[in-house]
């Protein structure tokens, strides 16, 4: 899992289940949380071609985000058209920019994110095994001004019954992750015998949970 070539192959073959083709309702709902205001520059980790960023871009003046899959990025600008500008930047990644948003191709870690007020995290935590997110998470956190939030969706069920991605990511987790933090759970949606998660998976319960972590 910790191979990049995971990813790639998964965008190679479409394997893209973890992809919503419209933006995340979660996202619309809970965004005005983090009190958001236009000026406020904004961060996706492992953004894929989330309709997500396209949504955000017409609230804010800069999105940035990054993604380790080129197929994915070259997807999200032909699918809607728009023409980037694009750069290769410090010989690890390649910036491709458009309008107010700021995608990089490459590695999560050493991708040149200029810190922000706000973090989504849609996919990105629950995309890691156990032994990636600390790091990630260290990494997330200097990603972000003081006085920044964090609006993060996350899953929580039984790890031992489904092999992820996406893993679980409990509250107790999250709670240790970001301890330093003010995190103030949202939402949580306990999915029902007939979801297409727990029938698929033969999962014994399955939650979708969003946090709002204010630093």
């Known amino acids: 899992m910790n191979d990049p070539e995971f990813w790639h192959n998964k965008w190679a073959s479409n394997q893209i289940g973890f992809h919503l083709d419209d933006v ?17 520059s904004v961060f996706v980790p492992l953004c894929g071609k989330s309709e997500d960023l396209v949504w955000l871009a017409t609230k804010h003046q800069d999105v940035q985000g990054v993604e380790l899959s080129n197929i994915a990025v070259r997807a999200f600008f032909a699918e809607h058209f728009y023409t980037p500008m ?5 010989g690890q990644h390649e910036l491709f ?7 990089y191709i490459g590695d999560y870690f050493t991708a040149p994110i200029k810190p922000v007020d706000i973090i989504y995290d849609r996919a990105a935590l629950i995309a890691l ?9 260290a990494c997330l956190k200097t990603r ?9 969706v996350s899953l929580d069920y039984p790890q031992e019954e489904m092999v992820g991605p996406p893993f679980s990511v409990p509250e107790q987790e999250v709670l ?20 297409p998660k727990r029938a698929q998976k033969g999962l014994s319960r399955f939650a979708e949970e969003v946090f709002l972590i204010e630093s």
């Not at 995340?24 to 406020?40: A, E, F, G, R, V």
């Not at 694009?86 to 410090?90: L, Q």
């Open 24 to 40: 995340n309702p979660l996202l619309i709902q809970y965004w005005p949380m983090t009190n958001p205001s236009s000026s406020d």
């Open 86 to 90: 694009v750069m290769p930047v410090g």
């Open 97 to 103: 920019q458009f309008d107010e948003l700021s995608i």
């Open 129 to 137: 095994p156990e032994t990636m997110r600390d790091e990630y998470v």
């Open 144 to 152: 972000l001004k003081s006085g920044g939030r964090i609006l993060l």
């Open 176 to 195: 240790r992750h970001f301890s330093e933090f003010k995190v103030t759970k949202l939402y949580r949606d306990e999915a029902g015998d007939n979801h």
